[in-house]
């Protein structure tokens, strides 16, 4: 039986809900922070290692390498949390990515040689896959806690751990190279001193308890299972048991309307996201920027990221609607995207651009990565997707499998996007914030007709609706408790 950390010693006055939904929502942001802040360490390094010998493409092939076994681990592993306890779960993973990361550290700062590069390689395998069930496990946590009505707004700040993790991961390597120096020693440190703080939170994380009634509180409406984002649910599915907990966990899923939709959008935005989250402190340095004002424009795109993940995720609690807010936010980004390049000299147009990049492109994908997820693998929907037979303890949500597979498909786009952008920029710079730009366009045009029907359903209701019958993640209702349709 997992250890919990007993509730006795709160005050009384203390021990509820919103203390806990408090402490969850804090660990698990820390903890997702540190394990962005291990994943950039390998980009924050990459000055030092160049320098003594590893090139551009051999960075390419480490992105690409741990992109790809990310993706194919989160449409598997996705399902971990929904089958067994989800913070033991994270500290297995946590405890395995610190033990490659400081092994990889030895290695790579005092082995230089591309005879070590399958191992290395491999290395990174091991490390995406570990790293792939703790997005989709983590969002099955903070789901357990916070209400469905402002899962939006919960996810779209939560969501912004990734942002804080790449600042809290070029903090940390900044902070070693002025103590050691651009050296090996220097190298080996920054990816010490992360996964120092890594398993330090884990273990925090580790001891928390997953329920209410874990925590000595009365189970609360705390999952967040807001309406369906697809309208049209297919009338006949093939019926699932609920008693096969694995056949539902692997397969209903994916027959959820919008969760490939959204894997494939997703994986427009995640090679946006990811190519600028690896790639653009190395652009900005062979462009002629400083190493320093390079890390501070790369961080002015987190800052975008953090904020415009805020108000995605809050105006589309108070429409009730994602699919119109993702869009939107999608369509605002293409223009400061494609500008990046031609306006990259003037280094304050090149900051407010990026930062721009962040607060759209980083926004809308936070969104659709935790609150869309939220949405999509509720339990209202799993019902209606197995003819309402998809019930219990144990497949009450399939919100950790769903967005193991919406990320995943994220992720795989985004591998396949990095590791092109790699070989692009060989030779065409300009081509690659071009061909970013035409990713945000791929983006909107997967979700154009959900933000049109959406869009339209919400004008519709609007002047109809009863604020006492109406939940700004369910469909309206008439007087009768009937839903309203189009």
């Known amino acids: 039986m997992a250890f919990t950390l007993k509730t006795s010693w709160l005050p009384a006055k203390l021990r509820n809900v919103l203390t806990f939904q408090v402490i969850m929502?804090?660990?698990?942001?820390?903890?997702?922070a540190a394990v962005h802040a291990a994943r950039k360490t390998i980009s924050?390094?990459?000055?030092?290692?160049?320098?003594?010998?590893?090139?551009?493409?051999?960075?390419?092939?480490?992105?690409?390498?741990?992109?790809?076994?990310?993706?194919?681990?989160?449409?598997?592993?996705?399902?971990?949390?929904?089958?067994?306890?989800?913070?033991?779960?994270?500290?297995?993973?946590?405890?395995?990515?610190?033990?490659?990361?400081?092994?990889?550290?030895f290695l790579v700062a005092d082995y230089?040689?591309?005879?070590?590069?399958?191992?290395?390689?491999?290395?990174?395998?091991?490390?995406?896959?570990?790293?792939?069930?703790?997005?989709?496990?983590?969002?099955?946590?903070?789901?357990?806690?916070?209400?469905?009505?402002?899962?939006?707004?919960?996810?779209?700040?939560w969501s912004a751990n990734s942002s804080v993790g790449n600042i809290l991961g070029i903090g940390?390597?900044?902070?070693?190279?002025?103590?050691?120096?651009?050296?090996?020693?220097?190298?080996?440190?920054?990816?010490?001193?992360?996964?120092?703080?890594?398993?330090?939170?884990?273990?925090?994380?580790?001891?928390?308890?997953?329920?209410?009634?874990?925590?000595?509180?009365?189970?609360?409406?705390?999952?967040?299972?807001?309406?369906?984002l697809e309208d049209d649910i297919p009338a006949s599915v093939e019926d699932t048991e609920g008693t096969e907990r694995q056949q539902v966990s692997m397969w209903t899923a994916w027959k959820v309307p919008?969760?490939?939709?959204?894997?494939?959008?997703?994986a427009c935005l995640k090679s946006v996201n990811y190519t600028i989250f690896y790639c653009l402190t190395t652009f900005?340095?062979?462009?002629?920027?400083?190493?320093?004002?390079?890390?501070?424009?790369?961080?002015?795109?987190?800052?975008?990221?953090?904020?415009?993940?805020?108000?995605?995720?809050?105006?589309?609690?108070?429409?009730?609607?994602?699919?119109?807010?993702?869009?939107?936010?999608i369509l605002l980004s293409i223009i400061p995207t494609a500008l990046i390049y031609p306006f990259v000299e003037n280094v304050y147009v090149t900051g407010a651009l990026v930062t721009l990049n962040g607060f759209f492109a980083g926004g809308s994908g936070n969104v659709v990565s935790s609150a869309c997820c939220a949405d999509l693998g509720s339990a209202e929907n799993i019902k209606k997707v197995t003819n309402g037979k998809a019930g219990g303890k144990d497949t009450d949500n399939l919100i950790g499998q769903v967005s193991g597979i919406v990320d995943g498909i994220g992720a795989f786009g985004a591998a396949i996007c990095v590791l092109a952008m790699t070989y692009l920029s060989e030779q065409y710079v300009e081509a690659v914030?071009?061909?970013?730009?035409?990713?945000?366009?791929?983006?909107?045009?997967?979700?154009?007709?959900?933000?049109?029907?959406?869009?339209?359903?919400?004008?519709?209701?609007?002047?109809?609706?009863?604020?006492?019958?109406?939940?700004?993640?369910?469909p309206a209702m008439d007087d009768e408790g009937v839903v309203k349709m189009e």
């Open 284 to 329: 900005l340095q062979d462009l002629g920027y400083e190493t320093n004002v390079a890390y501070n424009i790369t961080m002015l795109n987190d800052v975008g990221w953090i904020f415009g993940g805020l108000i995605c995720g809050l105006g589309s609690d108070k429409m009730g609607y994602r699919a119109p807010f993702v869009g939107l936010f």
């Open 25 to 32: 929502f804090i660990v698990t942001f820390m903890l997702y």
């Open 44 to 105: 924050n390094v990459g000055k030092p290692l160049k320098e003594v010998g590893y090139t551009k493409v051999f960075f390419g092939y480490m992105n690409a390498a741990f992109m790809l076994s990310y993706s194919l681990g989160m449409v598997f592993t996705g399902t971990l949390g929904d089958r067994f306890r989800p913070t033991m779960v994270l500290l297995i993973a946590c405890i395995g990515v610190c033990v490659i990361s400081v092994v990889f550290a």
């Open 172 to 228: 940390l390597t900044a902070m070693c190279f002025s103590i050691w120096g651009e050296t090996h020693v220097g190298v080996k440190w920054s990816f010490i001193i992360v996964s120092i703080v890594l398993l330090g939170v884990v273990s925090l994380v580790a001891i928390m308890p997953v329920t209410h009634t874990e925590a000595g509180l009365e189970e609360t409406e705390g999952a967040s299972t807001a309406k369906n």
């Open 112 to 157: 230089i040689t591309s005879n070590y590069w399958p191992l290395y390689v491999f290395m990174w395998v091991v490390n995406g896959l570990l790293q792939s069930c703790v997005w989709p496990v983590e969002v099955k946590l903070v789901s357990n806690w916070f209400s469905k009505g402002h899962s939006g707004a919960i996810f779209g700040i």
């Open 433 to 474: 914030f071009y061909t970013l730009a035409g990713m945000l366009v791929l983006a909107l045009v997967l979700i154009s007709d959900l933000v049109y029907r959406e869009t339209k359903t919400w004008l519709g209701n609007r002047p109809k609706m009863n604020p006492s019958k109406f939940s700004p993640v369910k």
């Open 258 to 266: 919008g969760v490939i939709r959204y894997g494939l959008c997703y």
